[in-house]
């Protein structure tokens, strides 16, 4: 399977099969550039306030990120958190009629709600301490009573390999693998006989600022470090359907949602 991207956005089925088979698809310039400029902008005086919550590097101690927050670069911001209640400009963001469109067409609901406990997030891959994250699925840590949710990933800037941009595996999000595939914080294991195959697969997808990627929260995605001497910034937010409730005492039922009711 090979990721679909997309430049026109007038077809919703051929967007949602797409989206069905392969569990991602690329907006291609779904996000116009002044938009995405004012974005980046408000972005970018968030991250010098250093206004919780957020997330460094050094407390996940992911591959390549510093050992604590004492050493070199132990400061460094991995992601703010709880972006759409820190500016207009974000809530109206997640909250675009077209994007929620194409997310009720995903979800199979007009009423859609914006979890704000998990991702809403500004993600950051800084040129020197930025890590590796590994194969694994988002609902490996999300409780809800049904593992549909839909995460939009905006690139405020451009995204490869190179800088740490997120990989895919199509189609992934309808495998199942035993429980030896996983590591014990529940990433994929690369080398795996039933999981080998499937990394063999993955695509890293190239964007620019304003494309947009959906992804079903059940499709393994990666990334590697940043090697160039640019920070890399991302902008994601994810949905699911208003009757598809956190569990309760979970993280997930941690904070309120934000809903609308959108015509399909």
Do not use: C
Request: charge should be negative; avoid cysteine; glycine fraction near 6%.
């Amino acid at each position: 399977m090979s990721i679909t991207s997309f430049a026109d956005f007038s077809d919703l089925n051929a967007i949602a099969t797409a989206f069905g088979r392969d569990g991602v698809v690329v907006l291609r310039g779904f996000a116009p550039a002044e938009q995405v400029a004012a974005i980046r902008a408000e972005a970018m005086r968030q991250l010098e306030l250093r206004l919780p919550p957020l997330e460094l590097e050094a407390e996940l101690g992911y591959p390549g990120a510093p050992k604590s927050s004492d050493e070199q670069g132990g400061a460094t911001i991995r992601r703010l958190r709880g972006m759409a209640a820190r500016d207009a400009v974000f809530l109206n963001w997640a909250g675009q009629h077209n994007l929620l469109q194409l997310i009720a067409r995903l979800i199979s609901s007009a009423d859609i709600t914006l979890t704000q406990a998990h991702h809403n997030s500004l993600m950051t891959k800084q040129p020197s301490f930025s890590s590796d994250t590994l194969w694994h699925r988002d609902v490996r840590y999300w409780r809800f009573a049904r593992p549909e949710l839909v995460s939009s990933w905006l690139a405020l800037g451009d995204e490869s390999p190179a800088n740490g941009g997120l990989g895919f595996i199509a189609g992934s999000h309808l495998a199942s693998f035993p429980d030896t595939a996983f590591d014990e914080r529940e990433f994929l294991l690369p080398e795996h006989p039933a999981a080998a195959p499937w990394v063999s697969q993955a695509e890293f997808p190239t964007l620019v600022a304003g494309d947009v990627v959906l992804f079903d929260a059940r499709t393994f995605h990666a990334a590697s470090r940043n090697s160039t001497a640019n920070t890399k910034y991302s902008l994601v937010f994810s949905y699911h359907a208003r009757d598809n409730l956190p569990q309760l005492g979970s993280r997930s039922a941690s904070l309120s949602g934000i809903s609308w009711s959108i015509e399909r």
